[in-house]
């Protein structure tokens, strides 16, 4: 069965109806937005036979690899996957208005990662996360104590526009990055970012476009393509990686900071055996995380390889 890669396909929505949907949240207030977000989703949900199937296959893994019997996945349990995205909505929202803040989330830290460049006289360093629990709320770390500025490395087109949204809101410290605008002259400002003490944020969890710059991964029991890109930036940069995941665990938020390595070194001889091991080191980490917080996995598209996905 042929599968059309995530980046390819519209995306369903648009900066418009982003803004009216945050501009009625502040004005209605979360519960009264609710019921409207959860109409939208359902639609999603019954239009979106793709995300569905994704979803199903996720379930289906997770069950094999956690060691429980193999049972059907139902669309009962497929329609909560949904709506735990839509309650994810609505907590993006609380961030951007100002309602969801360090204080109101734990922070799992105990190797200090934090505090690694939490100043600006230090080095910044590179987080990869992933589309587990809900990224948006790195802006609580974005904005915490000296106010260290994160860039954000997205899949975009509509980068430059969110990022309008997002200063309309307040999130002046957030930056958004199209992956595509990695030239030289983008390379060279990221290096300066890192060099001020600057965070650079990227998830590390979908298929790159670049066919040469991906590496195949034991995840969650089956093959999958990752992106090579978190290691190879860390690569160029010079600078830590560590691993950052925001989970939903008994209605708060904890965000779950893991030290990955100081550096990433490699020679040409040695590059693709450092860059397999770097992603599959990750890959098992966010193993351990969905079986943490499996309904929060937000990963809509097919992710582990297909017919057509085969190595060159």
């Known amino acids: ?25 502040r004005l209605l207030g979360r519960r009264l937005m609710a019921p409207v977000l959860y109409g939208v989703v359902l639609y999603f949900f019954m239009t979106g036979r793709s995300a569905r199937a994704s979803i199903r296959e996720y379930y289906a893994n997770l069950a094999a690899f956690s060691g429980q019997p193999a049972q059907p996945v139902t669309s009962g349990q497929l329609f909560r996957h949904f709506m735990a995205f839509a309650d994810s909505i609505l907590d993006k929202f609380d961030v951007l208005h100002g309602k969801l803040g360090l204080a109101d989330l734990d922070v799992d830290d105990p190797h200090g990662v934090r505090g690694q460049s939490h100043s600006r006289s230090g080095r910044g360093q590179i987080l990869v996360g992933a589309h587990l629990g809900n990224l948006e709320v790195c802006r609580a770390l974005a904005e915490a104590g000296k106010k260290v500025r994160m860039n954000v490395l997205v899949h975009t087109a509509h980068a430059e526009k969110i990022n309008r949204l997002l200063n309309e809101s307040g999130a002046s410290n957030l930056n958004l990055i199209q992956v595509a605008q990695l030239d030289a002259a983008t390379m060279l400002k990221l290096s300066e970012g890192i ?35 978190p290691w190879l930036l860390a690569g160029l940069l010079e600078c830590p990686v560590n691993l950052f995941f925001c989970l939903k665990l008994d209605g708060r938020y904890r965000i779950c900071l893991e030290p990955f390595a100081e550096r990433i070194r490699w020679q040409r001889s040695t590059r693709e055996q450092v860059l397999q091991d770097s992603v599959q080191r990750y890959a098992h980490r966010l193993e351990q995380r969905c079986l943490q917080a499996p309904q929060q996995w937000f990963n809509f598209h097919p992710f582990w390889n297909t017919d057509e996905h085969q190595d060159p």
């Open 195 to 229: 060099e001020r003490g600057e965070w650079l944020a990227i998830a590390g969890d979908r298929v790159p476009l670049d066919d040469r710059r991906r590496s195949r991964a034991s995840f969650l029991g089956q093959p999958a393509w990752f992106a090579q890109g």
């Open 1 to 25: 069965m042929s599968r059309q890669h995530w980046a390819n396909k519209n995306e369903r929505g648009s900066l418009f109806w982003m803004r009216l949907t945050l501009q009625l949240t």
